[in-house]
């Protein structure tokens, strides 16, 4: 019943910018957590927070009221090249109390010329 959209992908020459956008929605009891991964061809996914080659040009925001969550990427490199996923983890009621579950995005493409 829970859905993840994400926007905002496209094509970027390096030195430029986008944001990316991943709106939660369907039955939510409470979000616990919503974050962004990434991964190129070849490569494992990657928690984009955890990235050191990201740090001080990507930053993550949320909106509460909307459940979405943004990355706004900035001085993109071609290394940024990737298929960026919205990730959550997201609180459901049930009979007996509330669950945990986790969802997945289906992913935007991000390609960055040089």
């Known amino acids: 019943q829970v859905q993840l959209v994400e926007s905002g992908g496209g094509l970027a020459q390096a030195g430029g910018s986008l944001r990316l956008s991943c709106a939660a929605s369907?039955?939510?009891?409470?979000?616990?957590?919503m974050d962004w991964y990434r991964q190129a061809p070849g490569k494992q996914r990657e928690l984009v927070a955890a990235?050191?080659?990201?740090?001080g040009r990507f930053t993550i925001s949320r909106d509460n009221a909307k459940n979405t969550v943004y990355l706004q990427m900035s001085n993109l490199q071609p290394e940024d090249t990737a298929v960026y996923y919205c990730?959550?983890?997201?609180?459901?009621?049930?009979?007996?109390?509330?669950?945990?579950?986790?969802?997945w995005g289906q992913g935007t493409q991000v390609t960055v010329s040089s």
């Open positions: 369907g039955s939510i009891f409470s979000l616990n957590a």
């Open positions: 990235t050191d080659s990201v740090k």
């Open positions: 990730h959550a983890d997201i609180w459901r009621l049930g009979s007996s109390g509330r669950f945990l579950y986790s969802y």
